[in-house]
């Protein structure tokens, strides 16, 4: 706890934050500090505190060692079955957190669970708060029974260690209070992990940006583009997009991938024997999505899993609508500024691409209506506040 600060807080005044509260995030890998994590940071230095961040590749990252105060790494990654990178973490996060605390918020299951089982075992006067944000549980609905089965278990574990669970979309929030993961007082929702919907507006960009983006992939300004964005992985059924591309009446729209992953090959190959392959492009990960996502026609989420997808968000913030998948979160955050098909029914999504060309006045107005609704709900600014509001309950709440 703070020096001097009282656990408890006047029905009529709440406690002031801290200028010496100290915070340390754990993430599995260091992108998702840098990505999603830096703003907050930067808020919370701003206002005094001691900010740290403790991730696998943070100490080579030079936007985390230049937004934080102290950098950790940690041997992890993101897969489960990485048995010698679980067996360095523990080690790893308990030197991180020796240097002491008010609050620890951890993101990313693997990391997630380490962090808060070593909190657990601290004396109870070194104990941090623990908060955990969850993009999304790995158990869901569309999700095998066995693997349901254990994450729901390990869930329920670790919930027993952890001060404030968040939750980012409907459907994890009714599980939570379903499966009684938390206290009911413990659970909270949030709009997602914010973005800055100034930095993502149309009337921001250069004038040329749009235009320019798609010189540079080689498709007209006239052709409908549709663009997938992430990693290409098995979650995200990229080859659903390769399969409705070819289904489609419009012969000359074009797909880009923007992104890479472990299923790039398969995309490829696919999409040659589809006969496609010369209007599928694959640009790789970019540092600026901007303009070559708000070039597009619509923003494509066949995904099986998600929580609350970034990347929709950005599309609608940029006035791009969206045609995605039935998988959790998808359905609040698209709302009506675009159309929802379901999860690996490629003729479904085929038939909403050509919708989508062919109704251009409709499209328009998703698209404007979608970014009235990022700014109102979840813009960077309201998720800041939300995490204010967050950490002074868990260091002043009963």
């Not at 067996?87 to 020796?98: D, F, L, M």
């Not at 209070?177 to 909270?188: G, Q, S």
């Not at 949030?190 to 749009?210: E, K, N, W």
Request: cysteine-free.
């Amino acid at each position: 706890m703070m020096a001097g600060a009282s656990r408890e807080r006047t029905p009529e005044v709440a406690q002031p934050m801290h200028a010496q509260t100290s915070l340390l995030y754990v993430t599995t890998v260091s992108s998702t500090v840098s990505h999603f994590l830096s703003p907050y940071a930067a808020h919370f230095r701003d206002l005094g505190w001691r900010v740290d961040a403790a991730a696998n590749g943070a100490t080579q990252d030079p936007a985390v060692v230049r937004t934080f105060d102290r950098v950790y790494d940690l041997p992890l990654s993101r897969s489960p079955l990485d048995l010698k990178g679980l067996s360095g973490a523990g080690g790893a996060v308990t030197r991180a957190i020796a240097s002491g605390y008010d609050i620890v918020h951890v993101h990313t299951p693997i990391a997630s669970f380490i962090t808060r089982l070593i909190v657990r075992r601290l004396a109870a006067p070194r104990r941090p708060k623990v908060a955990y944000t969850a993009h999304g549980f790995h158990f869901h609905s569309a999700g095998h029974p066995l693997t349901n089965a254990l994450f729901l278990i390990a869930e329920r574990l670790a919930g027993r260690w952890t001060d404030r669970l968040v939750v980012i979309n409907g459907e994890d929030y009714e599980a939570a209070r379903r499966h009684r993961i938390v206290p009911p007082r413990h659970l909270v929702r949030m709009p997602g992990i914010g973005l800055d919907t100034d930095a993502y507006s149309r009337s921001g960009m250069p004038a040329d940006a749009f235009t320019a983006a798609r010189h540079e992939l080689g498709v007209l300004t006239e052709v409908p583009l549709f663009a997938v964005m992430g990693d290409l992985n098995r979650n995200k059924r990229p080859t659903d997009a390769i399969e409705a591309l070819a289904l489609m009446r419009h012969v000359d729209s074009t797909l880009v991938f923007i992104g890479d992953g472990s299923q790039r090959d398969d995309v490829e190959r696919l999409a040659e024997r589809r006969g496609v392959r010369q209007r599928v492009r694959i640009t790789g990960f970019m540092d600026d999505v901007r303009p070559l996502l708000g070039s597009a026609t619509a923003l494509i989420m066949p995904s099986r899993r998600e929580g609350l997808a970034r990347s929709i968000m950005e599309a609608l913030a940029l006035e791009v609508p969206v045609v995605a998948s039935t998988a959790r979160g998808n359905r609040e955050l698209v709302g009506a500024d675009g159309l929802i098909v379901p999860t690996g029914n490629v003729d479904a999504l085929a038939r909403a691409m050509d919708w989508l060309i062919d109704h251009p006045e409709e499209r328009a107005v998703m698209g404007r209506r979608g970014r009235l609704r990022m700014v109102a709900r979840y813009d960077l600014r309201n998720l800041i506040q939300l995490h204010e509001e967050l950490y002074r309950e868990m260091l002043f709440g009963r």
